[in-house]
């Protein structure tokens, strides 16, 4: 069975203290990870599209890696407005346009 | 979220009332999707269309179904709500199977 977990389940940071988000998965074949960032009240909000082992993509302050285990998040020195549910979730080669997602990390940053 | 719209934003309805959820698109894509999102479980996929008139069922279906008889709208119905069918409803589009835009979301209560 095909599982995503995410780690931690809530996260809080000071302004400037950085740190990582993890999303490790289980399945059949990997055809693409994706990353969101939910706002309170939202839905959720595209970041990005990880496909292959090493890949590597960036948008401001966030980082997101790939390994053929799980997924980091990166928030380099994060500020009060990046706080969110950050969500991730896989595409598996036998299960084409639909995703499945982790419950998803809720990260406050304080100033 | 520009291109689609979820109607209605909050509802409440009485245990054993059929309830119908309705996601308008402007965007002309082809996949559209209900997806459920309750705490500690993330987002859970209802059902999904990958065309007019072409739909299946996602992991948790049971007490749910669907119509599209348009490419813009994608009808979700409850045929007998329950209290465990309370829950956010939120709906996407994709145009080609991956890179979600989702709607706002719908607070469904049931009592």
């Known amino acids: 069975e095909d599982q995503v977990t995410q780690s931690p389940e809530a996260l809080r940071l000071q302004e400037g203290e950085s740190s990582s988000l993890n999303c490790s998965y289980t399945?059949?074949?990997?055809?693409?990870l994706f990353w969101y960032r939910q706002d309170p009240g939202k839905g959720p909000e595209f970041l990005f599209t990880?496909?292959?082992a090493g890949e590597e993509k960036e948008k401001e302050r966030l980082k997101a890696t790939l390994t053929k285990k799980e997924s980091f998040l990166h928030i380099t020195a994060p500020k009060p407005e990046d706080s969110a549910t950050y969500l991730c979730?896989?595409?598996?080669?036998?299960?084409?346009?639909?995703?499945?997602f982790g419950a998803g990390t809720q990260v406050v940053v304080t100033p | 979220d520009a291109g689609i719209t979820q109607s209605p934003r909050h509802k409440v309805t009485e245990t054993g009332t059929p309830v119908t959820l309705r996601c308008h698109q402007t965007?002309?894509?082809?996949?559209m999707y209900w997806y459920r999102q309750d705490p500690g479980h993330g987002l859970r996929l209802i059902h999904y269309?990958?065309?007019?008139?072409?739909?299946d069922k996602g992991e948790v279906s049971d007490g749910y179904s669907v119509s599209r008889s348009k490419t813009e709208d994608f009808l979700l119905t409850l045929e007998s709500a329950t209290s465990s069918q309370t829950s956010v409803y939120f709906c996407?589009?994709?145009?080609?199977?991956?890179?979600?835009?989702f709607g706002s979301g719908t607070r469904l209560t049931v009592v």
């Open positions: 979730a896989v595409m598996t080669t036998d299960s084409w346009g639909k995703l499945q």
């Open positions: 990880l496909y292959s």
């Open positions: 269309s990958y065309g007019v008139k072409d739909t």
């Open positions: 996407a589009i994709s145009a080609k199977g991956y890179g979600y835009t």
């Open positions: 399945v059949s074949g990997l055809r693409g």
């Open positions: 965007e002309n894509h082809r996949y």
